[in-house]
């Protein structure tokens, strides 16, 4: 957990609840959390996730992992420190979206379990809806498709740090969906989760 550093700060509410924000935009929040190793099929998840949620008329906002480093977090390498406070820092701006209403999907590597459970934690102590969703796939498949060509120049030495070569994958103990990509189409994926979320009263069953 980062320490707090600024002193004489106080949590300020304003009168416009959750609940009222939920109701203007007739939807509830949550965070729809995708970890897995790079190549997994994250991104494509999220991506038609994102686009089917929109077609049923929700908020919803996409934060990919090379997007946020783009920005936000763009003076983050890919050390275990670094990666921490990536994860932080998203897991934080996740749960801003999610209090505003938003259903945010997030699709990260996230490699070390301590990090998504401290994302976790920042919900459940929120009081608001976290869901883990383990894009799982043999790392000889996601090393095949290496849609970027990262594998290859970690297995060079060009990339240092690199998960599931050099760096360690921790994969979720309890998540609350596991897709394994390499078996399933994107269209069985994404009917899985939107199960998953009309089982949680997040996307009602109209």
């Not at 897991?91 to 990260?108: C, H, M, Q, R, T």
Request: charged share 30%; glycine share 8%; hydrophobic share 40%.
């Amino acid at each position: 957990m980062t320490d707090q550093k600024a002193t004489n700060v106080t949590w300020h509410e304003g009168e416009v609840t959750r609940a009222d924000r939920y109701r203007l935009l007739k939807q509830k929040g949550a965070t729809i959390w995708f970890t897995g190793l790079s190549g997994s099929g994250k991104s494509t998840i999220a991506v038609a996730l994102e686009k089917a949620l929109h077609q049923q008329g929700k908020l919803c906002y996409r934060l990919d992992g090379d997007n946020v480093r783009l920005g936000i977090n763009k003076n983050l390498g890919f050390s275990a420190e670094d990666r921490t406070e990536n994860i932080r820092r998203i897991g934080e701006i996740a749960k801003l979206f999610v209090d505003a209403g938003v259903i945010a999907l997030s699709s990260f590597v996230s490699p070390y379990r301590d990090d998504r459970d401290l994302v976790r934690k920042l919900h459940e102590d929120a009081g608001i809806d976290f869901i883990e969703v383990h894009v799982d796939v043999p790392l000889a498949v996601a090393e095949e498709r290496d849609p970027k060509g990262l594998y290859k120049k970690a297995r060079a030495g060009e990339i240092k740090n690199f998960t599931g070569i050099s760096d360690p994958y921790e994969a979720p103990l309890k998540p609350e969906l596991v897709l394994p990509s390499h078996e399933l189409s994107l269209e069985a994926e994404i009917k899985a989760v939107l199960k998953l979320l009309n089982a949680r009263d997040i996307v009602p069953t109209t």
